[in-house]
């Protein structure tokens, strides 16, 4: 879902899975579709085929939905035992969303239409919730604090601190899920039972 300009449905279908995409956009959908199978629609929609799907993708998706919870239920419900969910999206836990606070760019609904902003921990209940076993979390990103604390112009040492602080907040931030994009993997467990 929200397969944009199509370079993840390239890989996927060179790696021979059948790569489907959703996305709201018909200009998006009509210059991806001489390559792909796609449909045009909201993320709702996926509720609409009950046919079973291996994997789900949402590519900065789920932060601009009213109920991103009901709709990887409703993607979870579609996978097989051991099928993926995989997002991704700005992470509201990240050190630049921390250190900018209300100023954060993602709250500007008008430019990014952002309508919730989830940390990894946020993530991780919302998968849970639809039945889905987190496997793999990352965050990645860099940190621009001249950027963050409005002094992009700073110039000589203080410029230089500033500089040399983004790269150890750089290196720190995906050990500590600090980074500024958050990617979260889920799977269908499969049921307990008697061997």
Known sequence: MGFGDGTFLDPA???GWRAIG???SVEAAAKVAPRHRVAVGTPESIALDPAPVDVVTFWDVLEHL???GAVVKQAAG???EGGLVAATMPSAASFTARIERGRWRYYDLGTYGHLVHLSPRHLRRLFEQAGLEVIYTETTGSVDLRHSVGTSSA???RGAVLDKLSGVLARLAPVMKRGNTLLMVGR???PEGPA
């Open 13 to 15: 279908a060179d790696m």
């Open 22 to 24: 959703l996305e709201v």
């Open 66 to 68: 009213p109920n991103p």
């Open 78 to 80: 579609r996978l097989p």
């Open 155 to 157: 110039k000589g040492i």
């Open 188 to 190: 269908r467990p499969q």
